[in-house]
């Protein structure tokens, strides 16, 4: 079992940014990481995602260039970094882990199996 706890998340203004952490419990080091996002009235979209190792990443398109996924195995936290912020990043923010292979890299929300209880990102323009 993995218990995900998200931090990080708040006010901002356009242009600012945040570092969002999810920190694990139980074994990490051997699952990979997704971020996901869901607005209101929208539909929970992908965010960014890296395998177990760190060493492989997946993003997208809104948010390339502007947001890094990373994670600290020794820490047993995953954060992404979100540069650049616009008032259409606002939403809640929400981490998941599976179990993968070095190199596996999963962008759909069902391919994870635990899931943190989220943090509010909130971008004024």
């Known amino acids: 079992q993995v218990q995900l706890v998200e931090s990080g998340g708040g006010l901002v203004q356009a242009g600012g940014s945040l570092r969002l952490s999810c920190t694990a419990s139980?074994?990490?080091?051997?699952?990979?990481m997704g971020w996901f996002r869901q607005a209101p009235g929208k539909e929970r979209e992908f965010v960014a995602a890296?395998?177990?190792?760190?060493?492989?990443?997946d993003y997208a398109d809104s948010v390339k260039g502007r947001f890094t996924i990373s994670r600290d195995n020794a820490k047993n936290t995953g954060y992404l970094q979100m540069n650049s912020l616009k008032p259409e990043d606002t939403a809640a923010y929400y981490c998941?882990?599976?179990?993968?292979?070095?190199?596996?890299?999963?962008?759909?929300?069902?391919?994870?199996?635990?899931w943190g209880q989220g943090t509010q990102v909130t971008v004024s323009s």
């Open positions: 998941a882990a599976r179990f993968g292979k070095i190199g596996s890299v999963f962008s759909a929300g069902i391919s994870y199996n635990y």
């Open positions: 139980g074994l990490f080091s051997s699952y990979a």
């Open positions: 890296i395998d177990w190792s760190g060493g492989s990443t």
